[in-house]
């Protein structure tokens, strides 16, 4: 069965969204190097300040989830494209580090927002889910593949300042697209479930909402995403610098005219790219693979490739190309799983909440192997950073199979979610 014409619009304006997001956070990294050569401020008070602002982009997605049951997910969408991209402007007329801050700060707040309101859209809207959560996947890897690219070759040619407006430019018209866009946000939900906008939401309705989606089978999936953040944040944060150390890598001829580009640079990028792949397959797969299942797969063969970097490392440079394309595939296949079990599992009324508390695992609780697998790199061994992430993956298998098992004790009887649960 193909999209049929609401789903498509709600796939455009999600995958607009998604892409975007990712554009904007993977270029601040490349703006970070010409910052800290133009300001006279040292490499830790910078990282203190771009900490300030990917740190909003996983403690706001609670809250965003919040906003999206709230107001209504379009609205939240709209809203973060307008943010992110008057925080890049703000970011083009900076003259001093405290006004980086500030536009650093401004695009986690709006960024934030985006993974619990665009994820609730699909739940609610799109029939096709698994092929819709598929096609933002890939849209979301674009960004993160273009947006550093971009980025780096704008600033040969021109100033950051200059540079960092134009990146600008695709979220403002993204933002009159949305503004246009017309669609029905709740036209997968069955008649006579409420999944609309609620304006009276008060703290005692999110504390009964949060305890009820705790005391059901959510409360698993989320220590699930929380698993897949640390590996996912663990593995990508530290890759590129693993593989640049690599004699098979570093001992590569560079072809003319591309010296200030590392080979190890092109097989990371490869790697963003060939996880598109995987996102459309997991996505087509989560329409006919129960998420439970699916997850105890995936987490499986994740925890292998993870064990297999420290050998791998000795295959020569096609089979650490190989090993890394293979890994990319398998690192975002999962993504569609875990955004499909939310869907799956939990009740429509409250799946901005849901989508907002998924992030915040992800984002938020998943950085934490950041500073753990830095401490273990730098003081243990390349083999024990290894073992600690497939470790993570491990733990992933086993909350899987608690999904599966228990399924039937954990989702809450008076609050039914969606019937496409595990068979």
């Excluded at 090993?323 to 799946?351: E, H, K, M, S, W």
């Excluded at 993570?392 to 039914?416: H, I, K, M, Q, T």
């Amino acid at each position: 069965m193909g999209l049929n014409a609401n789903d498509r619009a709600i796939a455009g304006f999600t995958m607009a969204g998604h892409a975007l997001v990712h554009w904007f956070e993977t270029s601040i990294p490349i703006f970070l190097v010409v910052w800290l050569a133009e300001f006279d401020v040292g490499v830790a008070t910078f990282g203190i300040v771009v900490a300030l602002g990917y740190a909003p982009f996983g403690l706001g997605a609670l809250p965003g989830g919040i906003l999206a049951d709230r107001y209504g997910p379009k609205r939240l969408v709209v809203s973060c494209l307008a943010g992110m991209s008057a925080a890049f402007l703000v970011l083009s007329l900076a003259a001093s580090i405290y006004t980086i801050a500030v536009g650093l700060v401004l695009w986690g707040v709006a960024a934030s927002v985006y993974h619990p309101a665009g994820l609730a859209l699909i739940s609610t809207g799109v029939s096709e889910r698994g092929t819709v959560f598929a096609w933002h996947g890939i849209a979301g890897n674009a960004g993160i593949a273009l947006g550093p690219f971009v980025a780096a070759t704008l600033l040969i040619f021109l100033e950051w300042s200059l540079v960092a407006a134009i990146l600008a430019v695709p979220g403002i018209l993204a933002v009159i697209y949305g503004l246009s866009a017309e669609f029905d946000p709740t036209a997968a939900v069955e008649d006579g479930v409420d999944a609309g906008p609620d304006e009276a939401l008060s703290v005692s309705e999110l504390v009964s909402d949060s305890r009820a989606l705790f005391a059901s089978a959510f409360a698993i999936i989320f220590a699930v995403v929380a698993v897949e953040g640390l590996y996912y944040r663990g593995m990508l944060t530290y890759l590129p610098e693993i593989l640049h150390g690599l004699e098979a890598i570093g001992g590569l001829a560079v072809p003319a005219g591309l010296e200030g580009i590392e080979p190890a640079d092109y097989i990371y990028v490869g790697l963003l790219v060939v996880g598109m792949g995987g996102q459309y397959v997991g996505g087509k797969l989560t329409d006919r693979v129960p998420p439970a299942r699916g997850l105890i797969g995936l987490f499986a063969v994740l925890a292998v490739l993870a064990l297999a970097f420290v050998p791998g490392t000795e295959l020569g440079l096609l089979g650490i190309t190989v090993l890394c394309g293979t890994f990319g595939f398998f690192l975002f296949a999962i993504q569609p799983f875990y955004q499909n079990a939310v869907a799956v599992y939990t009740p429509p009324d409250t799946r901005g909440l849901s989508y907002g508390y998924t992030y915040l695992g992800e984002f938020g609780l998943g950085s934490a192997s950041i500073a753990v697998g830095g401490v273990v790199l730098g003081e243990a061994s390349l083999t024990a950073f290894f073992a600690l992430i497939a470790t993570f993956a491990l733990a992933g298998v086993l909350l899987s199979v608690a999904l599966l098992v228990g399924r039937d004790r954990l989702v809450d009887a008076g609050r039914p979610a969606d019937a496409n649960a595990d068979d």
